[in-house]
């Protein structure tokens, strides 16, 4: 979790305006719920290397030096990370460490960072690398290994920022912590569904011991208009519900003075961050129904996955958006969710309004806006009354439910 400076700056970012965001994430409580690292998205180095090869820093944008910049945001609770590229330059231009691995490792730690987000812009020639795109990254990675062991240090966390392609879930998942699985985000609908429908199909990677990145938070990044941006209230609550409950790397990329207070409660939802969080389980939630009248398991880029569930160690977790442009009525059976005992009762707890709102027998229906979201915490409440005294069914779910004889049950 943290901050990450593109999409609200781009290259027009320096010392003030880090510090600026550092004060501001101090002040609006977001290091103390958990925001504490701030990524140097590309542009922070001098275009050109030093006579010796190595990176230089920018004294104009950066006047008190990398190093004392960086032991300042640590005084605040905020760690610093370094951005750099598998080939001979960063995206923005700037010098990539293609060949320069063990050296710009050496500058980031002497800067101060622990962090190193590495992306995969100008790609030398084949017969020059001869690898693929992993072979690339191994590159890096090896020399993050063999400096920790060297210097006897934790090594740098590893982020691997391929945008999606090549199946990074099968590969990056041996080298780094976490792996993009899209291209770039952009502050509107269309693309938090298409991210959305991409992670409903790449779940399973997610654990302790990598993340899919699913990018930035978009949460009120341009701060005019809604108060969340280019995306409406209700919008705003749905990235960030998926993105923490998908278990995404949480950086914000929001110019946070010019936020509004509803934005910045939106990042600063607790019971929601403790999910992606947790300490016992790693993995992301999972879809078990879409919905809507699309067929399941099949990718539908502005109607993904609406229902979705997961373990937690504070209970089971349900996530329910709406992808349709009207209100609608999401209705499921508990039982759909592999992390649901059959036969019991369950206390809900919004995660949104955090609010107890009752005990849920077998099913539930919920409400939702337009692009809306519902996060829900169901906790064990003892076993279901008698379902004859009820006028229910033996089996919520009735298919293949047998007597005692082997005979079917039938509803």
């Given at each position: 979790m943290g901050y990450n400076t593109f999409n609200a700056f781009g290259c027009e970012y320096n010392e003030e305006k880090l510090l600026s965001m550092a004060h501001s994430m101090v002040e609006e409580g977001l290091v103390e719920a958990g925001y504490n690292s701030m990524i140097f998205d590309d542009c922070f180095t001098q275009k050109r290397r030093g006579e010796d090869g190595e990176l230089l820093e920018d004294p104009e944008r950066f006047p008190s030096g990398m190093r004392a910049l960086t032991d300042k945001l640590k005084t605040l609770g905020i760690s610093a990370s370094a951005y750099s590229d598998a080939g001979y330059k960063t995206c923005a231009g700037y010098p990539g460490s293609y060949g320069h691995e063990e050296q710009d490792l050496e500058t980031f730690s002497a800067w101060g960072f622990d962090y190193l987000k590495y992306d995969n812009c100008y790609i030398p020639f084949d017969a020059v690398t001869q690898e693929n795109v992993y072979g690339r990254y191994e590159r890096m990675a090896?020399?993050?290994?063999?400096?920790?062991?060297?210097?006897?240090?934790?090594?740098?966390?590893f982020s691997i920022c391929q945008w999606g392609w090549q199946n990074p879930w099968v590969w990056a998942k041996r080298l780094g912590h976490s792996w993009r699985i899209n291209g770039d985000i952009k502050p509107w609908w269309e693309s938090l569904t298409a991210i959305i429908d991409n992670a409903s199909f790449q779940y399973w990677a997610t654990d302790f011991y990598g993340h899919n990145d699913m990018d930035m938070l978009e949460v009120g990044n341009t701060g005019q208009g809604d108060p969340v941006g280019n995306l409406t209230y209700d919008e705003a609550?749905?990235?960030?519900?998926?993105?923490?409950?998908?278990k995404s790397p949480?950086?914000?990329?929001?110019?946070?003075?010019?936020?509004?207070q509803e934005a910045r409660d939106i990042l600063k939802n607790s019971d929601i961050i403790k999910i992606n969080q947790d300490p016992n389980v790693g993995e992301s939630i999972a879809p078990f129904r879409w919905g809507s009248g699309q067929l399941d398991y099949v990718s539908n880029a502005t109607h993904p996955a609406q229902y979705w569930s997961g373990n937690s160690s504070y209970g089971v977790v349900f996530m329910l958006l709406n992808t349709l442009d009207t209100p609608q009525d999401m209705f499921f059976n508990l039982t759909e969710s592999w992390a649901i005992r059959s036969g019991r009762l369950y206390d809900v707890y919004d995660m949104w309004t955090h609010t107890h709102n009752g005990t849920a027998l077998r099913n539930m229906t919920v409400r939702l806006p337009p692009h809306g979201v519902a996060a829900l915490l169901l906790s064990d409440a003892g076993p279901e009354p008698e379902p004859s005294a009820l006028g229910l069914p033996y089996c919520a779910i009735y298919w293949q439910c047998t007597w005692p004889n082997g005979t079917y049950y039938s509803n």
């Open positions: 090896k020399a993050i290994a063999a400096r920790a062991v060297n210097m006897n240090e934790q090594p740098f966390v609550k749905s990235h960030f519900t998926a993105w923490a409950l998908l949480l950086f914000i990329s929001t110019n946070l003075p010019n936020a509004t």
